[in-house]
Protein backbone atom coordinates (compact mmCIF):
# COMPACT_ATOMS: atom_id res chain seq x y z
CA UNK A 1 0.00 0.00 0.00
CA UNK A 2 1.25 3.46 -0.69
CA UNK A 3 2.30 6.45 1.63
CA UNK A 4 -0.27 8.29 2.79
CA UNK A 5 -0.57 11.46 1.64
CA UNK A 6 -0.69 13.54 5.11
CA UNK A 7 0.74 12.75 8.21
CA UNK A 8 -2.31 11.52 10.48
CA UNK A 9 -3.08 13.67 13.98
CA UNK A 10 -1.59 11.28 16.79
CA UNK A 11 -4.85 11.29 17.94
CA UNK A 12 -7.56 9.14 16.26
CA UNK A 13 -10.52 11.35 15.37
CA UNK A 14 -14.05 10.84 16.08
CA UNK A 15 -16.00 10.52 13.03
CA UNK A 16 -19.55 12.09 13.44
CA UNK A 17 -22.85 10.98 11.73
CA UNK A 18 -20.34 12.26 8.64
CA UNK A 19 -22.64 12.17 5.56
CA UNK A 20 -25.31 9.34 7.05
CA UNK A 21 -27.72 12.20 7.72
CA UNK A 22 -28.56 11.13 11.50
CA UNK A 23 -27.05 10.85 14.75
CA UNK A 24 -28.35 6.62 15.03
CA UNK A 25 -25.54 5.20 14.13
CA UNK A 26 -22.79 4.42 16.13
CA UNK A 27 -19.77 7.05 16.78
CA UNK A 28 -17.04 5.73 14.51
CA UNK A 29 -12.95 6.54 14.54
CA UNK A 30 -11.02 6.66 11.83
CA UNK A 31 -7.69 4.92 11.72
CA UNK A 32 -4.88 6.98 12.83
CA UNK A 33 -2.43 5.63 10.11
CA UNK A 34 -4.59 3.97 7.47
CA UNK A 35 -6.42 6.84 6.72
CA UNK A 36 -5.34 8.09 3.07
CA UNK A 37 -6.93 11.51 2.20
CA UNK A 38 -6.91 9.92 -1.81
CA UNK A 39 -8.34 6.78 -0.90
CA UNK A 40 -11.46 6.40 -2.67
CA UNK A 41 -13.32 3.51 -0.48
CA UNK A 42 -13.97 3.83 3.23
CA UNK A 43 -13.57 0.40 5.14
CA UNK A 44 -15.50 -0.41 8.58
CA UNK A 45 -14.51 -2.30 10.35
CA UNK A 46 -16.12 -2.59 14.15
CA UNK A 47 -15.97 0.85 14.81
CA UNK A 48 -13.09 2.17 12.98
CA UNK A 49 -12.87 3.17 9.68
CA UNK A 50 -9.87 2.86 6.92
CA UNK A 51 -9.80 4.97 3.76
CA UNK A 52 -8.16 3.44 1.35
CA UNK A 53 -7.74 2.52 -2.54
CA UNK A 54 -10.02 0.60 -3.90
CA UNK A 55 -7.58 -0.27 -7.09
CA UNK A 56 -4.69 -1.84 -4.36
CA UNK A 57 -6.79 -4.05 -2.47
CA UNK A 58 -9.13 -5.26 -5.63
CA UNK A 59 -5.45 -6.48 -6.54
CA UNK A 60 -4.85 -8.12 -3.83
CA UNK A 61 -8.25 -9.66 -3.85
CA UNK A 62 -10.67 -10.60 -6.43
CA UNK A 63 -13.39 -11.15 -3.78
CA UNK A 64 -13.22 -7.49 -2.79
CA UNK A 65 -12.70 -6.38 -6.46
CA UNK A 66 -16.12 -7.84 -7.34
CA UNK A 67 -17.66 -6.09 -3.98
CA UNK A 68 -16.52 -3.06 -5.24
CA UNK A 69 -17.12 -3.14 -9.04
CA UNK A 70 -21.02 -3.75 -7.44
CA UNK A 71 -23.05 -0.80 -8.59
CA UNK A 72 -23.54 1.67 -5.13
CA UNK A 73 -27.56 1.42 -4.78
CA UNK A 74 -29.18 4.96 -4.45
CA UNK A 75 -29.43 6.51 -0.77
CA UNK A 76 -26.64 4.41 0.40
CA UNK A 77 -24.39 6.19 3.30
CA UNK A 78 -21.02 7.76 2.02
CA UNK A 79 -17.99 8.79 3.78
CA UNK A 80 -16.44 12.03 2.50
CA UNK A 81 -17.78 11.10 -0.96
CA UNK A 82 -16.18 7.51 -0.95
CA UNK A 83 -18.54 4.16 -0.72
CA UNK A 84 -18.72 2.77 2.95
CA UNK A 85 -18.05 -1.00 2.60
CA UNK A 86 -19.11 -2.48 6.50
CA UNK A 87 -16.48 -5.79 7.15
CA UNK A 88 -16.88 -8.55 9.78
CA UNK A 89 -13.65 -8.53 10.68
CA UNK A 90 -11.54 -6.72 13.87
CA UNK A 91 -10.24 -3.72 12.89
CA UNK A 92 -6.92 -5.07 14.82
CA UNK A 93 -7.14 -7.36 12.28
CA UNK A 94 -7.58 -5.11 9.29
CA UNK A 95 -4.66 -3.05 11.09
CA UNK A 96 -2.72 -6.16 11.22
CA UNK A 97 -2.99 -6.96 7.28
CA UNK A 98 -3.17 -3.58 5.23
CA UNK A 99 -0.85 -1.59 7.73
CA UNK A 100 1.38 -4.28 8.63
CA UNK A 101 4.60 -3.21 6.07
CA UNK A 102 7.12 -5.33 7.98
CA UNK A 103 5.30 -8.02 6.11
CA UNK A 104 7.80 -7.35 3.12
CA UNK A 105 10.33 -7.81 5.57
CA UNK A 106 11.91 -11.31 5.36
CA UNK A 107 14.12 -11.21 8.18
CA UNK A 108 12.02 -9.46 10.62
CA UNK A 109 9.61 -11.49 13.16
CA UNK A 110 5.78 -10.59 12.97
CA UNK A 111 3.82 -10.87 15.81
CA UNK A 112 1.54 -13.86 15.93
CA UNK A 113 -2.12 -11.77 15.59
CA UNK A 114 -0.49 -10.58 12.62
CA UNK A 115 0.30 -13.33 11.05
CA UNK A 116 -2.89 -15.41 12.17
CA UNK A 117 -4.69 -12.17 10.64
CA UNK A 118 -3.01 -12.70 7.39
CA UNK A 119 -4.12 -16.40 7.27
CA UNK A 120 -7.66 -15.51 8.18
CA UNK A 121 -8.37 -12.98 5.70
CA UNK A 122 -6.20 -14.29 3.45
CA UNK A 123 -8.37 -17.32 2.82
CA UNK A 124 -11.55 -14.98 3.48
CA UNK A 125 -10.92 -12.82 0.43
CA UNK A 126 -8.06 -14.55 -1.41
CA UNK A 127 -5.35 -12.33 -0.35
CA UNK A 128 -2.81 -15.38 -1.85
CA UNK A 129 0.39 -13.07 -1.29
CA UNK A 130 -0.41 -12.48 2.34
CA UNK A 131 -1.67 -16.04 3.02
CA UNK A 132 1.18 -17.50 1.27
CA UNK A 133 3.96 -15.67 3.28
CA UNK A 134 2.22 -16.24 6.82
CA UNK A 135 2.21 -20.45 5.97
CA UNK A 136 6.12 -19.63 5.03
CA UNK A 137 7.31 -18.26 7.70
CA UNK A 138 5.11 -20.69 9.68
CA UNK A 139 6.82 -23.79 7.94
CA UNK A 140 10.11 -22.37 8.14
CA UNK A 141 9.72 -21.84 12.26
CA UNK A 142 8.07 -24.89 12.50
CA UNK A 143 9.78 -27.21 10.04
CA UNK A 144 9.10 -30.73 9.09
CA UNK A 145 12.42 -32.13 7.96
CA UNK A 146 15.12 -33.13 10.73
CA UNK A 147 18.35 -31.25 9.14
CA UNK A 148 15.91 -28.33 9.62
CA UNK A 149 14.72 -29.24 13.16
CA UNK A 150 18.34 -29.88 14.42
CA UNK A 151 19.40 -26.62 13.17
CA UNK A 152 17.00 -24.68 15.40
CA UNK A 153 17.59 -23.35 18.80
CA UNK A 154 14.38 -24.84 20.56
CA UNK A 155 14.20 -21.45 22.81
CA UNK A 156 14.64 -19.06 20.07
CA UNK A 157 11.86 -18.07 17.22
CA UNK A 158 13.03 -16.50 14.28
CA UNK A 159 9.74 -15.71 11.89
CA UNK A 160 7.42 -15.25 14.72
CA UNK A 161 8.01 -12.86 17.75
CA UNK A 162 7.94 -15.17 20.65
CA UNK A 163 5.58 -13.95 23.61
CA UNK A 164 4.87 -16.47 26.91
CA UNK A 165 1.79 -17.25 25.17
CA UNK A 166 2.70 -18.44 21.21
CA UNK A 167 2.76 -21.32 21.08
CA UNK A 168 -0.21 -22.25 22.69
CA UNK A 169 -2.05 -19.42 20.33
CA UNK A 170 -0.49 -20.83 17.39
CA UNK A 171 -1.51 -24.62 18.56
CA UNK A 172 -4.93 -23.69 18.56
CA UNK A 173 -4.80 -21.68 15.33
CA UNK A 174 -3.35 -24.22 13.57
CA UNK A 175 -5.64 -26.82 14.89
CA UNK A 176 -8.94 -24.85 14.44
CA UNK A 177 -7.86 -23.94 11.20
CA UNK A 178 -6.07 -27.56 9.91
CA UNK A 179 -2.92 -25.96 9.05
CA UNK A 180 -1.90 -29.94 9.60
CA UNK A 181 2.12 -28.90 7.87
CA UNK A 182 3.19 -27.31 10.98
CA UNK A 183 1.04 -29.36 13.88
CA UNK A 184 3.37 -32.04 14.61
CA UNK A 185 6.50 -29.86 15.01
CA UNK A 186 4.70 -27.24 16.65
CA UNK A 187 3.31 -29.25 19.18
CA UNK A 188 6.68 -31.13 19.59
CA UNK A 189 8.42 -27.73 20.46
CA UNK A 190 5.46 -27.03 22.92
CA UNK A 191 5.89 -30.69 24.75
CA UNK A 192 9.45 -29.37 25.10
CA UNK A 193 9.26 -26.17 26.56
CA UNK A 194 6.38 -26.79 28.86
CA UNK A 195 6.47 -29.15 31.55
CA UNK A 196 3.10 -31.41 31.64
CA UNK A 197 1.60 -29.04 34.58
CA UNK A 198 1.58 -26.13 31.69
CA UNK A 199 0.56 -27.89 29.13
CA UNK A 200 -2.19 -29.56 31.08
CA UNK A 201 -3.58 -25.77 32.95
CA UNK A 202 -2.44 -23.31 29.96
CA UNK A 203 0.19 -20.58 29.50
CA UNK A 204 -0.66 -17.70 32.51
CA UNK A 205 0.26 -14.56 30.54
CA UNK A 206 -1.37 -12.17 33.85
CA UNK A 207 -3.27 -12.95 37.11
CA UNK A 208 -6.65 -12.64 35.03
CA UNK A 209 -5.53 -14.39 31.79
CA UNK A 210 -4.56 -17.78 31.10
CA UNK A 211 -4.20 -18.70 27.09
CA UNK A 212 -4.82 -22.78 27.51
CA UNK A 213 -5.04 -25.22 24.81
CA UNK A 214 -8.43 -26.42 22.73
CA UNK A 215 -9.39 -29.48 24.42
CA UNK A 216 -8.87 -30.89 21.04
CA UNK A 217 -5.64 -29.57 20.59
CA UNK A 218 -4.58 -30.75 24.28
CA UNK A 219 -5.93 -34.28 23.77
CA UNK A 220 -3.71 -34.45 20.90
CA UNK A 221 -0.66 -33.03 22.49
CA UNK A 222 -0.61 -35.19 25.70
CA UNK A 223 -1.18 -38.53 23.62
CA UNK A 224 1.90 -37.02 21.22
CA UNK A 225 3.79 -36.10 24.35
CA UNK A 226 3.32 -40.12 25.70
CA UNK A 227 4.85 -41.26 22.43
CA UNK A 228 7.63 -38.84 22.46
CA UNK A 229 8.81 -39.65 25.91
CA UNK A 230 8.90 -43.24 24.92
CA UNK A 231 11.39 -42.68 21.96
CA UNK A 232 14.87 -42.41 23.57
CA UNK A 233 14.16 -45.29 26.18
CA UNK A 234 12.84 -47.36 23.15
CA UNK A 235 16.46 -47.20 21.67
CA UNK A 236 18.18 -48.58 24.21
CA UNK A 237 17.00 -52.61 23.35
CA UNK A 238 18.12 -51.57 19.60
CA UNK A 239 21.17 -50.14 20.48
CA UNK A 240 22.21 -53.72 22.97
CA UNK A 241 21.16 -55.26 19.69
CA UNK A 242 23.43 -53.13 17.33
CA UNK A 243 26.78 -53.21 19.66
CA UNK A 244 26.47 -57.19 20.13
CA UNK A 245 27.27 -56.83 16.60
CA UNK A 246 30.16 -54.76 16.80
CA UNK A 247 32.22 -56.65 19.59
CA UNK A 248 33.93 -58.84 17.26
CA UNK A 249 35.63 -55.91 16.29
CA UNK A 250 36.25 -54.26 19.25
CA UNK A 251 39.57 -52.99 20.16
CA UNK A 252 38.98 -53.36 23.84
CA UNK A 253 36.16 -55.30 25.24
CA UNK A 254 36.71 -54.57 29.11
CA UNK A 255 37.07 -50.71 28.60
CA UNK A 256 34.71 -50.42 25.98
CA UNK A 257 32.23 -52.36 27.33
CA UNK A 258 31.73 -50.39 30.49
CA UNK A 259 31.76 -47.59 28.20
CA UNK A 260 28.37 -48.90 26.59
CA UNK A 261 27.12 -49.31 29.82
CA UNK A 262 27.79 -45.84 30.39
CA UNK A 263 26.43 -44.95 27.06
CA UNK A 264 23.60 -46.80 27.75
CA UNK A 265 23.10 -45.48 31.46
CA UNK A 266 22.68 -41.75 30.09
CA UNK A 267 20.43 -42.94 26.95
CA UNK A 268 18.19 -44.38 29.49
CA UNK A 269 18.61 -41.63 31.80
CA UNK A 270 17.28 -39.24 29.70
CA UNK A 271 14.16 -41.03 30.54
CA UNK A 272 14.06 -39.20 33.79
CA UNK A 273 14.22 -35.55 32.21
CA UNK A 274 11.46 -35.81 30.01
CA UNK A 275 10.87 -32.12 29.61
CA UNK A 276 14.89 -31.40 28.19
CA UNK A 277 14.79 -34.60 26.27
CA UNK A 278 11.31 -34.40 24.30
CA UNK A 279 11.91 -33.60 20.56
CA UNK A 280 15.94 -32.69 20.85
CA UNK A 281 16.36 -36.53 20.08
CA UNK A 282 19.85 -36.17 19.36
CA UNK A 283 22.96 -38.28 21.06
CA UNK A 284 24.83 -35.25 21.68
CA UNK A 285 22.01 -33.90 23.76
CA UNK A 286 21.65 -37.21 25.76
CA UNK A 287 25.18 -38.81 26.34
CA UNK A 288 28.15 -36.90 27.74
CA UNK A 289 30.67 -35.91 24.93
CA UNK A 290 33.01 -38.06 27.01
CA UNK A 291 31.43 -41.17 27.55
CA UNK A 292 31.04 -41.15 23.41
CA UNK A 293 34.94 -40.61 23.60
CA UNK A 294 35.88 -43.93 25.90
CA UNK A 295 34.21 -46.05 23.60
CA UNK A 296 37.30 -47.49 21.18
CA UNK A 297 37.47 -46.11 18.00
CA UNK A 298 35.91 -48.95 15.77
CA UNK A 299 32.45 -49.47 18.31
CA UNK A 300 32.11 -45.59 19.32
CA UNK A 301 31.42 -44.18 15.55
CA UNK A 302 29.36 -46.98 14.62
CA UNK A 303 27.36 -46.72 18.00
CA UNK A 304 26.65 -43.28 17.40
CA UNK A 305 25.51 -43.53 13.81
CA UNK A 306 23.31 -46.38 15.05
CA UNK A 307 21.56 -43.79 17.37
CA UNK A 308 21.62 -41.47 14.21
CA UNK A 309 19.70 -44.03 12.49
CA UNK A 310 17.29 -44.54 15.65
CA UNK A 311 16.86 -40.75 15.70
CA UNK A 312 15.93 -39.93 11.74
CA UNK A 313 13.65 -43.13 11.80
CA UNK A 314 11.80 -41.76 15.12
CA UNK A 315 11.51 -38.34 13.31
CA UNK A 316 9.36 -40.28 10.69
CA UNK A 317 7.03 -41.33 13.17
CA UNK A 318 6.53 -37.96 14.97
CA UNK A 319 3.06 -37.32 12.66
CA UNK A 320 1.94 -40.83 13.90
CA UNK A 321 2.08 -39.65 17.66
CA UNK A 322 -0.42 -36.50 17.23
CA UNK A 323 -2.59 -38.96 15.19
CA UNK A 324 -1.20 -37.98 11.77
CA UNK A 325 0.04 -40.52 9.12
CA UNK A 326 2.97 -39.57 7.61
CA UNK A 327 4.85 -35.38 6.72
CA UNK A 328 3.67 -35.89 3.43
CA UNK A 329 0.30 -36.39 4.11
CA UNK A 330 0.44 -33.36 6.16
CA UNK A 331 -2.10 -31.19 4.54
CA UNK A 332 -3.37 -27.48 5.27
CA UNK A 333 -7.37 -27.36 4.63
ZN1 LIG B 1 34.67 -51.34 21.20
Same mark, same amino acid.
Given at each position: MSQHSSPPNKRQRVDDADDLGGTSEPVTTRSPSLWFDDGNVVIQAEATRFRVYRSILSLHSDILADCFGLPQPEGEPTVDGCPLVHLSDTANEIQDVYGNYSVYDHTKPLPFPAVRAMIRLGRKYNFTAFQEEALRRLQKEFPQELNQWNEKDKYVFTFLEDSPSLLFELVNFAYENSIQSILPTAMTWLCLRYPLATIISGSKISDEKTISLLPGALEMCLIGRYGLC? #???? &? #??? +???? &???? !?? @?? @?? !?? /??? /?????? +?? /? #???? @???VKGRVGSFQWQDVVEDDVVNSLCTSCGPKLTDKYEELRINAWENVPGYFGFQTWSALKDL
Open positions: D #VIPG &Y #VDQ +LVAA &YADF !ID @HC @HD !IR /ECA /ESFRMF +LS /E #VFGA @HAG
